[in-house]
């Protein structure tokens, strides 16, 4: 099953360094961020040159070890599978040559000066495309690739996560670089219309270009509009739905940091400093993690119906993790120190002030022990990352939520864990954030969501899109929000992918055949191939063997073992009960923002925002 690579460390078969640099080749830039980088977590996928940069240099170790989970094939329950292939579109053909787009004057389209910087025609792989580099304001940097032979369809790519691995090379592709911040956040401290583009505006505007672009190349509209991101990419997306309903026909969010406010302050900042001592050495240790998971599994596995490692429902899982702390004589290898134990039990915590009020709406979940390396826990002789994880949380806190901006001399160990600091903190969420439970005119104008999270996503807690799906089927009520919106939780899959669990990866074939066929998602076969890169890995190779398939059903519905048969074999699972909602979702300082209205419009002249309620 494992073959070695040309860096020495084990990876699943075919997942060879050629496999990767082929895969990379052909799809470079979808591993792109149409936001700012997640401050702390997305480090990692800041930018496609970084991507390839962290694999090469640092080998396959690190995205094959840690993260682990690939999906193989998209199927849901309420059709045959053939119905759920995307209708085949005819392939229509260019009426210009590429390069007459690099004249093209679409700033009227776009509704802000936008200057194309290139279009050229790239002859390789299957299907030759126009890409197109272009600029919107001096600072929205974005690219969009028109296919040759083009199947009507745009996608607004937000990493590469969830989608089919053929057929997209004859969609229209379009992904924003950065917008704004090339890279360093601090351009956000004094330039208030940057905090505006990277919000919500950003993504939008790249939406207009692409369309106009595509409109002059083909002298046609796209058929359909798609959206696909995970992480802040997700957020995004969720952005576009409540801002921008019209934008898309069908928009997947995965494990987004809709309260990107508190995530990317609060709750990233009482990890890193909870496991860090006065002089700044970590408490718990990579080492001790797997003793730390073992325990939990060992008290919460059994109680969702089924010992298999994985643990369905971590919300009522409320592990003893004193049981491994250090007896007398005990070889302190075989346990966790008393200092460990408080610092692991404050992490499950969260983020609190004195009084014990949370200002997060969990911490990481029981179960995600083994997926907090290298978010909480440094990872030995990667100090690199820790170092940014803290440096990214630093700059979102000081430069871009705080209103007015913090001093230049502000350390994350000053940041101060109580209420005036929230309410400081979360301000400018009427910017940010992606809460809004209303999304009645998206699901008016007929458009499909799908929303999906890692039940062992540390980066961002799952809660988050348990809350918003809640706060929906509250607002909206259920048969509507079930009419048009999908909601599925992955158990043991980290952020984006990865983990212990069985994920299904090919989001957008499902996606596509609920908008343009009618067929409503149901359950999807997740699959887990060992050794395997996640989120951030290309799609298995072909003879990639998974050792475990698993179905998984939409929210609250869990997959539930007959009792006979393998435990890795789907076909020997069906839908259980309903999994009771989650008690205390609303039990911290913003259980309020999953209500609508809170959004502003706004404009940013240098450190002035002027904003109104409403579009
Ligand atoms: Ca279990």
Not at 175 to 181: P, Q, S, T, V
Not at 248 to 253: D, H, K, S, T
Request: proline share 7%; charged share 20%; net charge negative.
């Amino acid at each position: 099953m494992f073959e070695t690579s040309e860096s020495g460390v084990s990876l699943p078969r075919g997942y060879t360094s050629a496999y990767w640099r082929e895969w990379l080749a052909k799809v470079p830039t979808l591993f792109f961020e149409p936001g700012v980088i997640d401050m702390s977590k997305e480090v990692l996928i800041h930018s496609s040159k970084m991507i390839a940069s962290v694999v090469f240099r640092y080998g396959w170790a690190f995205l094959s070890c840690a993260f682990a989970s690939i999906l193989l094939s998209a199927q849901t329950s309420t059709s045959s599978s053939a119905s759920t292939e995307p209708p085949d579109l005819p392939a229509v053909t260019s009426v210009l040559d590429c390069s007459a787009l690099a004249s093209a004057d679409i700033s009227q389209a776009v509704g802000g000066p936008t200057q194309i910087k290139s279009a050229s025609l790239v002859n390789e792989g299957k299907t030759p495309y126009c890409q197109i580099k272009a600029e919107i304001e001096g600072n929205i940097n974005f690219e969009v690739r028109l296919p040759s032979s083009w199947t009507q369809r745009l996608l607004f790519g937000g990493g590469l996560f969830q989608l089919p691995s053929t057929g997209i090379e004859q969609f229209a592709v379009a992904f924003a670089e950065d917008l704004g911040h090339r890279g360093h956040e601090d351009v956000f401290r004094n330039n208030y219309q940057l905090r505006v583009n990277y919000g919500y505006r950003g993504v939008h505007l790249v939406t207009l270009a692409a369309k106009e672009l595509v409109a002059r190349y083909y002298k046609q509209a796209p058929k359909f509009s798609y959206y696909a991101g995970c992480s802040e990419p997700g957020r995004q997306g969720m952005q576009q739905v409540e801002r921008f309903p019209e934008d898309f026909n069908g928009v997947i969010v995965g494990c987004a940091p809709i309260t990107t406010t508190t995530n990317n302050s609060f709750y990233n900042a009482w990890q890193i400093l909870k496991n860090t001592r006065a002089d700044g050495t970590p408490i718990l240790t990579v080492e001790k993690l797997p003793i730390l998971h073992k325990a939990v599994l060992d008290q919460c596995d059994a109680s969702d119906g089924l010992k298999d490692g994985l643990i369905s429902d971590p919300f009522s899982c409320h592990p003893d993790i004193t049981v491994v702390e250090c007896k007398p004589g005990q070889n302190p290898d075989s346990c966790l120190s008393s200092e460990q134990v408080r610092v692991a039990q404050e992490i499950y915590k969260g983020a609190h002030d004195t009084q014990g009020k949370r200002l997060v709406a969990h911490g990481p979940l029981p179960g995600s022990e083994l997926a907090w390396v290298g978010y909480i826990v440094v990872e030995p002789n990667r100090n690199q990352m820790a170092d940014q994880m803290r440096k990214g949380t630093e700059l979102a806190i000081r430069d871009l939520f705080s209103d007015p901006t913090l001093p230049e001399t502000f350390k994350l160990s000053d940041l101060k864990f109580d209420r005036a600091t929230f309410d400081s903190l979360t301000k400018l969420r009427t910017l940010y954030d992606g809460t809004n439970p209303d999304l009645s005119t998206f699901h008016k104008l007929g458009h499909k969501l799908i929303l999906w999270h890692g039940l062992n996503d540390v980066a961002v807690p799952p809660s988050l899109s348990i809350s918003l799906f809640e706060a929906m089927r509250k607002q909206m009520g259920a048969s509507a929000t079930d009419d048009f919106v999908r909601f599925y939780l992955f158990p043991g899959v980290n952020h984006c992918g990865g983990g212990e669990g069985p994920l299904q990866r090919d989001l957008l074939t499902p996606l596509i055949a609920w908008v343009e066929r009618g067929v409503t998602p149901g359950v999807l076969l997740a699959s887990h191939v060992p050794g395997a890169g996640g989120g951030f890995a290309p799609p298995p190779p072909p003879n990639a063997v998974a050792d475990r398939t698993r179905p998984v059903y939409p929210y609250p519905y869990t997959a539930q073992y007959r009792g006979k048969g393998s435990i890795d074999d789907a076909a020997n699972f069906e839908q259980g009960p309903a999994q009771p909602t989650p008690t205390d979702l609303f039990n911290w300082l913003g259980a309020g923002f999953y209500a609508p209205g809170y959004e502003k419009w706004c404009t940013g002249n240098g450190t002035i925002l002027q904003c109104k309620e409403s579009r």
